[in-house]
């Protein structure tokens, strides 16, 4: 089934790391992808990761930063143990409030860092920067405002629909809704990311053991 992206960046990337190089990509192959984090760097820049491994539980990305402060997390899912529309406010989209020393503890030991380690070696990583020149990045920019976008739609991101975690940054996302793409999500952490307030469809949300939603 060919040209099922329409990013060729993305396409390029999702190739990487189900190791096929041409010819096409069927959904099925593409279902083996289990980890994504996508969007900005916080510094200009835009990065896709994509891993065919699911990350160790419980789920700690060294490199997430502060967050783990303001997670809500269960054992079974996150559905049978908070009314999650509540967490949707009508100003500043979402607000999760809640803190578990426990699992914070757990985010920055060593332990935790050990199995982050491991886990990395297998995402496969796009970086803008390393893709293009920015000659290149500006005639795309002027072509195709904003580029993010261009280059990392959220309809191709949506193709992923076997992953496991999901960590968007910078990113725009139309509705809550989106999410129900996603049928095995398990792991969800949004960073600077901007989702219109859509409480009637937190059930996108139900399945999930973990969310994490900060702002700088």
Known sequence: MDN?????????CVRRVLGKPEGA??????????YAKAGGDFSGSLVLE?????PPEPFAAFDGGDEWAVCLHSDTTLGEKYKL???IETNDGFSIGHFNIDEWKYAYSGEARQAWDEFEKSIVKNDISCDYT????????????????????????????GLVVLRLYEMEIESVEWFNAFEELKVLELAETEIEKDAENAGAFYGLKQITIWCD
Request: aromatic residues 10%; charged residues 40%; proline residues 5%.
């Open 134 to 161: 920015r000659e290149e990045i500006n005639a795309i920019e002027e072509e195709n405002p904003p580029y993010e976008k261009f280059l990392l739609p959220a309809e191709d991101l949506a193709l992923l629909n």
């Open 4 to 12: 099922l992206f329409k990013s060729e960046w993305v396409e390029k």
């Open 50 to 54: 994509l891993s065919t491994s699911i």
């Open 85 to 87: 529309e509540d967490y």
């Open 25 to 34: 990509i069927s959904k099925e192959e593409i279902s083996k992808i289990k």
